[in-house]
């Protein structure tokens, strides 16, 4: 298991940036696939972007295409989400998970342990 903590969350107006981070402890973060979900309200928990261990590969929800870009720092277990020109609709509780499988993945049900969230507010 991974333990995983969001940070980075806030209030934002739309066009403007935010970047989450995602500190993991508990087992070789190069070892596992880290992906970023959010739930935005009255809906489902829906993937994000995702990236493989060593960082070479990354996935993209399309609406967060060209605006948001994950990225990861093995040397400091950390995980990275920059996200820019942002929108109301993009207004959720996001967070960080771990998958130790062998392959990168966007299935929310393929991920072995999650953080706690960070809300993330775009006003218009």
């Known amino acids: 298991q991974v333990q995983l903590v969001e940070s980075g969350g806030g209030l934002v107006q739309a066009g403007g940036s935010l970047r989450l981070s995602c500190a993991a402890s508990?087992?070789?973060?190069?070892?596992?696939?880290m992906g970023w979900f959010r739930r935005a309200p009255g809906k489902e928990r829906e993937f994000v972007a995702a990236?493989?261990?060593?960082?070479?590969?990354?996935y993209y929800t399309d609406s967060v295409k060209g605006r948001f870009t994950i990225s990861r720092d093995n040397a400091k277990s950390m995980v990275y989400l920059r996200m820019s020109s942002l929108k109301p609709e993009d207004t959720a509780i996001y967070y960080c998970?771990?998958?130790?499988?062998?392959?990168?993945?966007?299935?929310?049900?393929?991920?072995?342990?999650w953080g706690q969230g960070t809300q993330v507010t775009v006003s218009s």
């Open positions: 998970a771990a998958r130790a499988g062998p392959f990168i993945d966007y299935y929310r049900d393929n991920y072995d342990s």
């Open positions: 508990g087992r070789t973060f190069s070892l596992v696939h």
């Open positions: 990236i493989d261990r060593i960082g070479g590969i990354t």
